[in-house]
């Protein structure tokens, strides 16, 4: 069945470090990816998307590509910030029937200053 | 403003009293689907709505009904509420294609004693 699985936290960075949250899916046919970001106390807001293979969605200094070949969708920061800190979830729509979202477990961020 | 308002934020209540979390979007969208978020399990789907009047379930739909009478509204009922339904509840919407992401509400934390 269609899954997403993303690298457990918490991680733990030193402001300006390089950030990079691992995240595959497995899915049927061609579905969106998605990265959203939970800050403490809100409900979750998209960071960033790709709608195809090779697309590159970016927001707030935050990268990320979707790659078929490897079914990854990978988060990526050149420097990171204290403000930073928060829950990353990694989530695929389906673009079928359903439109079923599929959400990975999230991954918590914590950024020392 | 764009917004997917929930209703309470904040509830405690004991076994078996009814209880209905209030969810309304003003986006005119298609798609509304709640969520329960429970430590180490990430946000799991409990009910989904493609539009008015079609409802389905999701991953944990025991114990939980819904209804979608109006387009913008989405109501959560816990009929006999149990203290494994402690948990952070958010409802979220969407127009109906496959390439768009999701607008979640602020949550609704439900303590069931």
């Known amino acids: 069945g269609n899954s997403v699985t993303q690298m457990e936290g918490p991680v733990t960075l030193s402001e300006e470090a390089f950030l990079t949250i691992n995240c595959t899916y497995t899915?049927?046919?061609?579905?969106?990816l998605f990265w959203y970001v939970q800050y403490p106390g809100e409900g979750l807001q998209l960071l960033l998307k790709?709608?195809?293979?090779?697309d590159k969605g970016s927001n707030k200094g935050f990268e990320a590509t979707y790659r078929k070949e490897t079914t990854s969708f990978h988060l990526e920061k050149g420097s990171v910030q204290v403000s930073d800190s928060a829950v990353y979830f990694c989530a695929l729509r389906r673009a079928n029937r359903d439109d079923k979202i599929i959400f990975g477990k999230g991954t918590r961020l914590h950024i020392l200053p | 403003e764009a917004q997917v308002t929930q209703n309470p934020r904040y509830l405690i209540t004991v076994t078996g009293k009814k209880l209905t979390v209030t969810c309304s979007q003003n986006m005119n969208h298609e798609y509304m689907s709640w969520y329960r978020q429970d430590p180490g399990l990430g946000l799991r789907q409990i009910y989904y709505s493609m539009n008015v009047e079609v409802t389905d379930k999701g991953d944990v739909p025991e114990g939980y009904k819904v209804s979608r009478k109006e387009k913008r509204n989405f109501p959560l009922i816990l009929e006999s509420p149990s203290p494994n339904q402690t948990s952070l509840y958010f409802c979220?919407?969407?127009?109906?294609?496959?390439?768009?992401?999701?607008?979640f509400g602020d949550g609704t934390r439900l303590s069931i004693l």
């Open positions: 790709a709608t195809k293979a090779d």
């Open positions: 899915a049927t046919g061609y579905p969106s």
């Open positions: 979220a919407s969407s127009p109906g294609s496959g390439e768009q992401p999701q607008h």
